[in-house]
């Protein structure tokens, strides 16, 4: 029987694994394994093509200061800030200053989304004392909102801590202190973007299909143009028809160099292009696209892997390796994060369409396991949409 | 992290031992540990409750008393009640009786709309019709673009605004929509799938174009493409979107990542309409009418067994893979068998994938990075041995080591590794195949069994086998295959002693 068989070669190799028969090499050194999943027509690992901006009058990188030293200036008022060292921590304080006025708060954007689910926690506040329906409210409001059983529970257990030291009785002081707890244990991250001056910095930008990678890529772009930074977009999904004009498209709308490859080609090879051109044009910062790609998929994964490793190369400088994760995804959006900073080393996550009513509560949990920050949230489909994560906020929606 | 829900009834039941009947309390706690379950399996938790109460009402008259395995009775019982609320009634697309059948897709924005409607073209193809692409989608920078893309692989033609238009961002899907059923007839198709922006279920200006689309071509059938990996969200959105659309269906995307997929449930639950098809792959072949049973075991963490087999059955010779188990089980398996195997295996895709596949597999192990090359490796070691080195692997000295680490570019510690692994495993096996399961108490390879099979597996003793000579308590795969193939519901149950 076919099963039977199967499983005992599993099993056989996995205790010869076991036994160390094979090392468990480090992943970067297994990039050998092709591509396998094209849909249509024959691999065509042939250079990319690099397009010339269509927009080039308005390209003009950064007309003002591209040289190095504005790297000073830029730091300061930036929501990319961060010098390569690592002391002015306090000027990362307010970031997106660039239009302070267009900032959505989570609250606006959220109030739409809380209309529509009445907040089960009038009921918690409702009551005088608290009682065993009460720590049921706060379960339930946590698992809803994707936090997880695990650390629901967690939080839970602490909770019931404090609240006997400090012999609190209230519904509502009980739910202040489990928002104080969650706003304590986000508060301490650094949750800036990384930019140094100098080489052109590499913001690599992962996820499974789906969550909105090529759009952040997109906004972020925008933005950074805006704020007077040479942006080139770097077109590294070569798979998914018709991401290339996509990106291509935000590229024009943010006057930002755009390089791509051909359809199928290696993404490797498209980020290593963008890189190079960057470095030769002086522009200051790379946003690397890549293909969307199930965490399970380990032919991908490696691939993933050498996309990371060709852009750390000199002369780019690979700053930020940023997870995008869709708000509505579930338990497995830590599985994913495992995935996806096992393969690229991830330094953020990017929270995507946390404007619908689900709330995200899984990169609590991600944040918790891995320590890997949220750094940025999309709140609506207007490039001023994507802002930086307030923890705040983001708990206090949690109960809204 | 999460243990299969069967390690966890295990503990329960452990307690249980010759009591019979469930009591209220027992009960309570077998149900919290499946409640557990299906929210790390993002099944909502309103849906998770009304869930536990049908399942509770099943378990009370339930005599456990004479069930060989009560855990595996009650898992049963779970499984059972999974498939029927997955499943009921399965989608019957049926043809307009005046051409075109109108489709809708809807949902949320990367569900995977765009990539379904290619691929549902492409199964409307394969049932002999003649579909038109519909692209309604003029918000996403490049959407109509990528439709155009995957309508060509499967060669059905797109109908959308003009080009300028598309680029202009002024396009009105709505005006698309009310085209699209005129060009249809001209173009003499007779099933149309529009595929509309991804929307967000409280954007209320942009449901209200969704409806006026549905308003204006009556579509026959309304789907809603929902993420596997969807957490508790779902239910609000299928809510929504139900609202608005009066779905037909649904269809589940991205079934081929881990996630378990309890999303599914919940929107079947909360729309009442079946999932109709499901997404496996990126491909466009990837995509199927939907099995609710494998999904049931899928959201309990048990495994796939069903998809494992059909794999299976694609790649080995029955016969072939026989012969093999046997000559394991039995102790005749040579460096050449194990050779021939693990190329078999290696036809069934990344290993990773098909231990997620296998029940019972600890995540643990699961969730190992589990590196193909490691094959390749230990490939390359075998072949770089002489036929009769393979066929008798004690025959190996220093000198024939070191021959056989240059051919491979290892070094002769890992042939000597594993040789004396593979000496290891295979008298192991061998004492599976015998009967009893006295095991060496302490010894390392043992150690490591158990902890690979989980707690449960190393009971019972002699287990899996083929046919034949060999005793198996609790489990004969071939009758569990039998089972599976008969679509007879609860036939991937017996999980628990299947583990290897």
């Not at chain 2, 692997?393 to 070191?402: K, L, M, Q």
Request: hydrophobic share 45%.
């Amino acid at each position: 029987m076919q099963l039977a068989v199967i499983a005992l070669v599993a099993l056989l190799v996995l205790g010869l694994l076991a036994a160390g028969v094979v090392v468990v090499r480090h992943r970067s050194k297994v990039v050998a394994a092709p591509r396998q999943r094209r849909v249509s027509g024959p691999p065509t690992p042939a250079a990319p093509a690099v397009t010339q901006p269509r927009t080039s009058p308005h390209v003009a990188p950064a007309p003002s200061e591209p040289d190095a030293q504005a790297g000073v200036e830029v730091l300061a008022e930036g929501p990319v800030a961060e010098p390569a060292a690592p002391a002015p921590v306090v000027e990362l304080v307010e970031p997106f200053e660039v239009a302070p006025a267009l900032r959505p708060s989570f609250r606006d954007r959220l109030s739409k989304a809380r209309d529509a689910i009445a907040g089960s926690f009038r009921a918690i506040l409702a009551r005088t004392s608290i009682d065993a329906d009460t720590w049921d409210e706060l379960e339930e409001a946590l698992i809803k909102a994707d936090v997880g059983v695990e650390l629901t529970m967690e939080l839970l257990d602490t909770l019931r801590l404090r609240a006997k030291d400090e012999s609190i009785t209230e519904p509502d002081r009980l739910l202040d202190a489990l928002k104080a707890q969650l706003k304590a244990r986000l508060a301490g991250a650094d949750r800036s973007l990384r930019l140094e001056a100098g080489a052109p910095n590499v913001w690599l930008f992962v996820g499974v299909n789906g969550v909105g990678k090529t759009t952040t890529i997109g906004k972020v772009g925008h933005q950074q143009a805006e704020q007077g930074r040479s942006v080139l977009m770097a077109a590294g999904d070569t798979f998914r028809a018709a991401a290339a004009e996509q990106l291509e498209t935000w590229a024009e709308r943010a006057g930002a160099d755009f390089v791509r490859g051909a359809e199928g080609g290696d993404p490797s090879s498209v980020v290593f292009d963008g890189v190079q051109r960057a470095a030769a044009r002086g522009v200051e910062l790379v946003l690397a696209d890549t293909a969307g790609r199930l965490h399970t998929k380990s032919n991908l994964m490696d691939e993933l892997t050498k996309v990371r490793r060709v852009a750390a190369r000199e002369p780019g400088r690979l700053t930020e390796v940023l997870l995008v994760l869709d708000a509505v995804t579930g338990q497995n959006g830590l599985v994913q994060a495992q995935q996806f900073t096992q393969a690229t080393e991830l330094t953020g996550v990017v929270l995507t369409k946390l404007d619908g009513s689900a709330k995200g509560g899984i990169v609590l949990a991600i944040e918790a396991r891995l320590g890997i920050p949220v750094k940025l949230v999309g709140l609506g489909e207007a490039i001023g949409d994507l802002v930086e994560f307030d923890p705040d906020e983001f708990v206090d929606a949690l109960f809204d | 992290m999460f243990e299969a829900l069967s390690d966890r009834f295990e503990g329960i039941f452990g307690r249980l031992r010759n009591r019979g009947r469930l009591s209220e309390d027992d009960i309570d706690e077998v149900l919290r540990e499946i409640r557990v379950a299906l929210l790390e399996a993002d099944v909502n938790l309103r849906v998770v409750r009304s869930f536990q109460n049908r399942v509770r009402e099943a378990l009370v008259g339930e005599d456990l008393s004479r069930a060989l395995n009560p855990a595996q009775q009650v898992i049963k019982a779970v499984h059972q009640e999974l498939v029927n609320t997955l499943g009921g009634e399965t989608v019957r697309i049926t043809f307009a009786t005046r051409p075109p059948t109108v489709v809708l897709m809807a949902g949320l924005q990367g569900s995977g709309k765009t990539t379904t409607s290619g691929k549902l073209a492409r199964w409307f193809k394969s049932q002999g019709r003649n579909p038109l692409l519909v692209a309604a989608d003029l918000q996403r920078p490049a959407a109509v673009e990528q439709l155009r893309t995957l309508a060509r692989q499967v060669d059905v033609p797109v109908f959308s605004a003009p080009d300028e238009v598309i680029r202009s961002g002024t396009g009105d899907p709505v005006e698309v929509a009310r085209q699209c059923l005129a060009e249809a007839t001209r173009l003499g198709r007779d099933v149309v799938i529009i595929d509309t922006a991804g929307r967000l279920a409280i954007d209320a200006e942009l449901m209200e174009q969704v409806r006026q689309i549905s308003e204006a071509t009556q579509p026959h059938y309304t789907f809603l493409v929902v993420d596997a990996m969807t957490g508790q969200d779902a239910v609000n959105v299928a809510e929504a979107f139900h609202a608005t659309l009066s779905l037909d269906g649904v269809i589940l995307t991205k079934l081929d990542g881990d996630a378990r997929g309890g999303a599914a449930l919940s929107v079947k639950e909360v729309v009442g309409k079946p999932i109709a098809f499901a997404s496996t792959g990126e491909k466009l072949a990837d995509f199927d009418l939907f099995h609710p049973d494998r999904l049931a075991g899928r959201i309990l963490g048990m495994g796939d067994v069903l998809t494992l087999i059909e794999k299976a059955e694609q790649v080995y010779e029955h016969s072939e893979a026989e012969a093999a188990a046997e000559a394991l089980l039995e102790g005749r398996f040579t460096l050449e068998d194990f050779l021939q195997q693990m190329q078999q295996l290696k036809k069934m895709g990344p290993l990773s994938g098909i231990l997620g596949m296998m029940p019972g597999v600890p995540k643990e192990v699961r969730d190992a990075q589990i590196d193909d090359s490691h094959l390749a490796r230990i490939e390359a070691i075998i072949r770089s041995m002489t036929t009769a080195e393979r066929a008798d692997p004690t025959v190996i000295d220093a000198s024939r080591r070191g021959r056989i680490a240059k051919g491979s570019g290892t070094n002769p510690q890992e042939v000597q590794a594993l040789v004396g692994q593979f000496n290891e495993v295979q008298r192991l096996m061998k004492r599976f195949g015998g009967f009893g399961s006295k095991r060496s108490k302490g010894s390392r390879k043992d150690r490591k069994n158990d902890k690979k099979k989980g707690k449960g597996a190393t009971r019972g003793g002699g287990r899996v086998t083929t046919r034949g000579p060999v005793a198996v308590p609790n489990i004969n795969l071939e009758e569990l295959a039998e089972k599976e193939k008969a679509k007879r519901p609860g036939g991937g149950l017996k999980l628990p002693g299947l583990d290897l």
